[in-house]
């Protein structure tokens, strides 16, 4: 279906209803959309982005019932298959047409398409390119999400083509976003699934970004923001330092003992007035326990040791959560061993780089007893007085 945002501006994207997995790794249980914009100008037109190319006969239907004579750009704001999967194509079917894009992202194209050296203009940060009476703007903003991404500022109609950027997966009829409660989470496990990794370099673009006058923000996947603030809101939110009163426990436990362990802590974390929210890791959906992992100020690892280490369910989430790279400042280890083995070594090292500071991790002998019901209340009150230290527990 092709649809008018406004006069000349057209959506010719897709849902994907049916999508319930991205990457072979990210859950979608509301499928996806692969959003793809015609602008017209007096002189030229402008196709920013395809979709993926499973769904490109829907692509080439939509583009059919917006009246053009033809198109002479291709905006890619990035190389992943998603959304320039169908610019070979596209190409072939306008012949005329050239792909606009930085020169990171050209190289990836012809790594990744094959696409002709000749069939390129080459943009640069801040560049603009004119259609006539409409004016595009590239700014380059490297990892949303791969290191060439950018995005698209189209000048006089005040519209922000951000492709990845303030996404979510979320097929929907309605264009524009209608349920805020589940457009806010949706961007948010988005957020936590695809940006969360590179916070730093999106605070620098969300400052660049603020300098441009914005009426309405077309991302590349989910529903349209014709109030900008609500997205950009929610990732400055995301992105600051600031960390909620919660505790997350990703846990696994193959004989009970140490699913003991988690219950019993969050209980103690619970009646410290933090609020605590376990996951259990052969359920869970990974994308629920990413969004927890936005703005926790402590994850706590729960497994017991078997082989020598921890369950490989833990060792999956404990990879997940180093990749992820959340913002928690404090990070924990429980569990119960039969025999020992290197549980908390492994995890501590499977973490590497992560800046979040350790406290003594609770790995007992067996089943919950007194011994380890007093080790886990002493890592309930270090988790407390950390939080306190924090001026975390009285925003509850
Ligand atoms: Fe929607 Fe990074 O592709």
Redesign the pocket.
Known sequence: MAWMIKEGIYSVGVQDWDRRLFDELIPLPDGTSYNSFIIKGSEKTALIDTVDPTMKDELLDNISKVEVDGIDYIIAN?A?Q??SGCLPLILGKYPGSKVVTNDRCKEYLMDLLQIEDDRFILVKDRETLSLGDRTLEFIITPWV??PETMVTYLKEDKILFSC?LF?SHLATSDHFVTDKKQAYQSAKRYYAEIMMPFRQMIKGHMQTLAEYDIDMILA??GPFYDDPRFILDAYEKWLSDEVNNKVVIPFVSMHGSTKEMVDHLVGLISDRGITVKPYNLTKTDLGDLASELVDCATIILATPTVLGGPHPAAVYATYIVGALKPKALYASIIGSFGWGGQTKEKIISLLGGSKMEFIDPVIVKGSLNKDSKKALKKLADAIFAKHEENDLVKKR
């Open positions: 990035h992943e998603d959304h999400h791969w990845d996404g590349s996947h």
